[in-house]
């Protein structure tokens, strides 16, 4: 049976372009990038040249790039590093971001280092900048605000820019998850008001368990890893090599085709949802579907019968992937605390379905056959 991977959200497969890249550092380039002879030299050259090709394709300087293990590391250590070091004792961040961001700011918040505050959410599941106005108004602290730029389960987009300016009015550090968008967006960070932002490679084609951490020049910060001096003094431990070769390539490539991938896969998006629509009566999209949204991610609400509770394992069955919350969380069926947030009603079940650039209408097709069987 023919596999469907309509969970590209979670992870995308690995570009054979990708591996290409990284193969000579899992073979016969193996050398320690901190030793000084050949091998562990073009190793360091390697990471650096990763380094520049990052840098320059989101519009930042060489020395704000740090790699990472992925988007949970980069978050924690710039929320933790937001509050240890840069003296901010009030978090303000919203009730549907990713657990990387929610947990570590609940961990900061009980053990007494930091107030915590939560942004309204809007019906369409966007962030409501005027209660993050008065939030950061209110405010007797100094703030960190932690907001992630494209929702993993909705696809919301935030507006990063106006978020930024708000930070600034109040002299406020803004931290913002941008895993889902990193690799699917073009960034520009010399033009954007942002102290920390997150990537993981693992979301646009390139290998999993590493990632990057931007931190602006404006900002230092203690390291959150200790006992070498990797990553310039701020990440202990030997590079991922093979890891941050990739990334680098995987990155280059998804911003060189930038523009057809875009237009082909949000025509899948629109097209399923379309399709959706014409044949199962009682859907409902959740978030802003077709409005400022992820061009990648579609979520449906379908009406819940004994048949469409086992949705999920049912699509699975059939050799279809899609997934009902996250998949950070996806082995513990509690619901989706996003979902919750912005529509909660027991009598729908919610799928995400995300796409990627080698998806076809064929595969729409059979998935959408395949659910009106099980609704």
Known sequence: ??????????????????????????????????????????????????????????????????????????SNTAICAAVRDLGCKHIISSPIEHHATTHTVEYLHQNGETALSFVKIRPDGHVDLESLDQLLSKSEEKCLVSLMHANNEIGNLLDIHAVGELCKKYNAIFHSDTVQTVGHYPFDLRHTPVHFITGAAHKFHGPKGVGILYINENVQIKPFIHGGSQERNMRAGTENLYGIVGFAKALELATTNYEADRGYISGLKTYMAKQLQQYIKGIHFNGDTFGNSLYAVLNVSFPKTEKSEMILFNLDINGICASGGSACTSGVDIGSHVIRAINNNPNLVAVRFSFNRDNTKEEIDFVVEKLKGMI
Do not use: C, Q, W
């Not at 360091?44 to 790039?65: D, Q, W, Y």
């Open 1 to 74: 049976m023919k596999r469907i991977y309509l969970d590209n959200a979670a992870t995308t497969s690995l570009d054979p372009r990708v591996l290409e890249a990284m193969m000579p550092y899992l073979t016969e380039k193996f050398g320690n990038p901190s030793s000084i002879y050949s091998y562990g030299r073009e190793s360091r050259l390697a990471i650096e040249n990763a380094r520049k090709v990052v840098a320059k394709t989101l519009g930042a300087h060489p020395a704000e790039i740090f790699f990472t293990s992925g988007g949970t590391e980069s």
